[in-house]
């Protein structure tokens, strides 16, 4: 058992706000390690695949409504659905890389008013990460890029509320900042070096987010 934990995969999760270069770092990421011959593999929340992805797909686009309490239990839902795939793929030594997890499902939330508490519950017990790469925009940076806007979350102002909530969130002893103002070269440079100490350091076996 030793012996698997020391060798077992690394969980990496990139969280932010939106348009911070989350996707786009996540698919740089992968391919790096991927080409030093690392097993890897990406992860996204929400995976709009599956029968609850679909639900949340729906919800996001506008085309349906759910409370607010039911969307929120439907994203943990979405993340529980993959933890035995996600389990066995790290116990077998390979690194995932994830875009989002439950400190979006909570910042999000509670952006709406809903308790912070409450939010948190469903989503603990998850496996924690081994490191989070919270990414930060500086200034209307996220506002001027690509397809921002299109979703039902993509407002300014309630932006700046889930940044808020991210920064309560925020855990200094495996959560690591990000700058993603610079090159999309440059950010992927500051992302692969804090990478390349997690992989070379002995994590222990699996842990549980918030127990
Ligand atoms: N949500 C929730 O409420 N509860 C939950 O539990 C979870 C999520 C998991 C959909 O998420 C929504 O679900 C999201 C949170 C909520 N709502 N909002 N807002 P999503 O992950 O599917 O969202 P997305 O559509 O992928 O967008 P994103 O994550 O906001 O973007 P990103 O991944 O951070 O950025 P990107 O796609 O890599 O880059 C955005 C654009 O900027 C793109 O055109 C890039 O080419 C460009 N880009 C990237 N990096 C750079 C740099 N460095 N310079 C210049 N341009 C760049
Ligand atoms: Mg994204």
Not at 97 to 119: E, N, T
Request: aromatic content about 8%.
């Amino acid at each position: 058992a030793i012996t698997m934990a020391a060798r077992r995969g690394k969980l990496i999760v990139f969280e932010g706000c939106d348009r911070s270069g989350k996707s786009t770092q996540c698919a740089m990421l992968t391919d790096r390690l991927r080409k030093d011959g690392h097993k890897v593999e990406q992860l996204k929340f929400p995976d709009r695949t599956t029968s609850i992805g679909i639900m949340i797909n729906n919800y996001l686009a506008n085309k349906e409504d759910q409370s607010d309490e039911v969307i929120h239990l439907l994203f943990s839902a979405n993340r529980w659905e993959q933890m035995q795939k996600m389990s066995k793929l790290l116990l077998g030594g390979t690194h995932l890389v994830i875009d989002r997890y439950a400190y979006s499902g909570i910042a999000y939330s509670a952006a709406k008013g809903m308790d912070l508490h409450w939010c948190r519950q469903p989503d603990v017990g998850l496996i924690k990460p081994d490191r989070v790469i919270y990414m930060t925009l500086t200034g209307d940076k996220a506002s001027e890029r690509a397809d921002f806007g299109g979703e039902r979350y993509e407002k300014k102002e309630f932006q700046a509320k889930v940044e808020k909530v991210f920064e309560q969130l925020h855990d200094p002893t495996y959560w690591q900042v990000v700058n993603g103002d610079g090159s999309i070269n440059e950010v992927h440079e500051d992302v692969f070096k804090i990478v390349s100490e997690v992989i070379s350091t002995d994590c222990g076996p699996l842990n549980k987010l918030w127990t």
